[in-house]
C-alpha cells in the first residue's frame, strides 16, 4: 500500500513558476514510474509528465521546456517543477505510482 501526498499548489500569475511535491509512504517508490497527471474542470485527466526509475523521463508537448519532473528516492519524494506557467495550466494536478493516487493539489494560473 503506498499513500501519496502532494503539496505545493497555488495562485501565480502568467510566467511564474512553481514546485509542486508529492511525497510517498508504506513503500519505496523508487523503482516505480512516477506520474504526474492533471485535470482541469470539464476535461479528462492527461498526462503531464512521466520519471522512470532510471531517471529517463516523458513530457506531454504542452509542457516540454517548460517542466520538469524530478525525484529524490532516498526521501521518497517526487517534484514538478513549473515554469513559465500559462493560464492553460490551471487545473488539479496528482501525483500516481502503479495504481496509486494523491488527492491532487490545485494550480490556477491568472492575472
Known amino acids: 500500500q503506498v499513500q501519496l501526498v502532494e503539496s505545493g499548489g497555488g495562485l501565480v500569475q502568467p510566467g511564474g513558476s512553481l514546485r509542486l511535491s508529492c511525497a510517498a509512504s508504506?513503500?519505496?517508490?523508487?523503482?516505480?514510474?512516477m506520474s504526474w497527471y492533471r485535470q482541469a474542470p470539464g476535461k479528462q485527466r492527461e498526462l503531464v509528465a512521466q520519471?522512470?526509475?532510471?531517471?529517463?523521463?516523458i513530457y506531454a508537448r504542452s509542457v516540454k521546456d517548460r517542466f520538469t519532473i524530478s525525484r529524490d528516492n532516498a526521501k521518497n519524494m517526487g517534484y514538478l517543477q513549473m515554469n513559465n506557467l500559462k493560464p492553460e495550466d490551471t487545473a488539479v494536478y496528482y501525483c500516481?505510482?502503479?495504481?496509486?493516487w494523491g488527492q491532487g493539489t490545485q494550480v490556477t494560473v491568472s492575472s
Open positions: 520519471i522512470i526509475g532510471g531517471g529517463s523521463e
Open positions: 508504506g513503500s519505496s517508490v523508487s523503482m516505480d514510474v
Open positions: 500516481n505510482v502503479k495504481t496509486y
